[in-house]
């Protein structure tokens, strides 16, 4: 019975046609010995050495049936394994839901990155999916900025393409940003409140952007207190953390402060700040500036949102005192600028009265 199966197992690995042996024993041989001669018997010993020769030939089938078994299993293996492809970056869209608040290329971080890609290639592949809704397309889970490092470089985006549920892009999404640290207390806030306005369980945001349940009311709390318009407007002001826009959103609280604010990100000075950090800090000292009232002191702030001086009206009088000591020459400069400054203003104040 072994010898049968050794058999069939030795046509199942290398389709073989039955031994000689074995069809000599059914086709006269034409030297065969007349039958009235019986063929004498074989030695024991020569029968022994067949059957050893017969049991190593199906140990060695043995060992060589699990080494393509092996096999079998090493090449399904790699065949389910991620592979790193290259793919033009105007096949690949973004994610469903923004993680960022602007495109800056012009930041410092962004410049970097392209100096990498240029010199040294794309090292860490992005992750997308095939475009749910548009066949032929991509769609991003984690690499915004790398795939538009490439396209600014032309060249093509190397990518792991993945198929993944809208959940598991969420949590991908997520995860790679909590690792790299690359987003700012205010693009998590607005994320998180991005995905639960889609209907994503609040467990699986938390989740997606490792946090416990009192930093998720927190992160919430500011991105429904602080616009949109107002944020993005800002940037993402990557040192700017928790404390100052959760005392940004409770400054945002009136219409007559959302309209303040309206006014400041209009200005010409916050369009030219050099940062977002710094456009933060000139809508923070606009909102906390009030208006002057008799008596009452108020600040004036700096470009970068410090408070440099206290203005004061007693009497009809204003009285301006400078918090630091000022540097050497400055009274003198100001004594100069003081007369243009004044006939400035009574042009400014005088303009519409005289076109009207």
Known sequence: ??????????RALFQTVEPVAERAADTPSQS??????????????????????????????????????????????????????EIEPELIDASFVNDRLGHDDS???FQTLMQSVGTSGQQVPVLVRPHPEKPG????????RRIRAAARLGQRVRAIV?????????????????????LSFIERAFFAHALIER????????????????????????AEAVPLRIASAIGPAPKIGRPRWMAVADLLKSEAALSKADDEITTERFRAAASSDLRFNLLFARLQRKAVK???????????????????????????????????????????????????????????????
Do not use: C, W
Not at 1 to 10: E, I, S, T
Not at 317 to 332: H, L, N, Y
């Open 1 to 10: 019975m072994a010898g049968q199966n050794r058999k069939n197992q030795l």
């Open 32 to 85: 065969a010995e007349p039958a009235s001669h019986p063929p004498a018997p074989m030695p024991e010993a020569r029968a022994r050495a067949a059957s050893g020769a017969v049991k190593a030939m199906g140990l060695s089938l043995g060992g060589l049936s699990r080494e393509i078994e092996d096999a079998r299993r090493l090449k399904e293996s790699l065949s389910a394994a991620d592979r790193v492809i």
């Open 107 to 109: 930041d410092e971080s």
């Open 137 to 144: 397309r991509f769609q991003t889970a984690y690499g915004h």
């Open 162 to 182: 993945r198929d993944l549920s809208d959940t598991d892009l969420v949590l991908a999404q997520g995860k790679e940003n909590n690792e790299r640290t690359d």
């Open 199 to 222: 209907g994503f369980e609040r467990s699986v945001v938390q989740e997606a952007l490792s946090l416990h349940k009192a930093e998720m009311t927190r992160y919430l709390q500011v």
């Open 294 to 356: 008799v008596g009452q002191a108020r600040e004036v702030h700096d470009g970068e949102g410090r408070a440099v001086a206290l203005v004061s009206i007693a009497k009809g009088k204003a009285r301006v005192e400078f918090v630091d000591k000022i540097a050497d020459g400055f009274e003198d400069f100001l004594g100069e600028e003081l007369p243009k400054l004044l006939e400035r203003f009574r042009q400014g104040a005088s303009g519409p009265a005289e076109q009207g």
